[in-house]
């Protein structure tokens, strides 16, 4: 005998839902995102450092917390100082949407493997205003 249309629809719904129910452990832990379109426009080894000219888009529910340039030698990472071309102060937090980014670093080339950029943003996580501390590595810079 022919099961009416409804039951199976019934059982297929009732099959989705435990399987996600199951499934909610496995699923990754969305993270917010302080910012997107990161664009390189221009990187510049000198004697004086690396200078980098970058954009992005900030998003409005992140401040942040610190900004840090890092340089790596044989696997060594090292913190090392740097300068906004544009005069801001060092954790400067911008403002929500498009932003540039115009700093050098003070390292020597023949020195370092490469350079990162790091940012720790607090981020809303709801509308209760729950902070989420999110760590990213804003853009990487090779000296070969």
């Known amino acids: 005998m022919i099961k009416p249309i409804f039951v199976r629809i019934l059982s297929f719904l009732c099959g989705v839902v435990v399987s996600v129910i199951l499934m909610t452990p496995f ?3 969305w ?3 302080p910012y997107t379109n990161v664009v390189t426009y221009s990187e510049e080894w000198t004697d004086e450092g690396l200078l980098i000219r970058s954009s992005f ?3 409005g529910a992140c401040f942040l ?3 840090a340039t890092l340089s790596f030698a044989d696997g060594t990472p090292r ?9 801001l102060e060092e ?17 020597d080339k023949t020195q ?12 809303a996580v709801d509308e ?10 804003f853009s990487r810079h090779e000296s070969n």
């Open 31 to 33: 993270e917010p995102v």
């Open 128 to 137: 209760e205003g729950t902070q989420k501390v999110v760590t990213e590595v």
């Open 91 to 107: 954790d400067f937090d911008r403002e929500e949407g498009a932003q540039g980014l115009n700093i050098r670093v003070h390292v």
């Open 27 to 29: 699923l990754p832990d």
């Open 112 to 123: 370092v493997d490469y350079v990162e950029l790091r940012t720790r943003h607090s981020c």
């Open 57 to 59: 888009v900030k998003n």
């Open 79 to 87: 913190y090392v100082p740097f300068s906004d071309l544009d005069g």
């Open 65 to 67: 917390l610190s900004f």
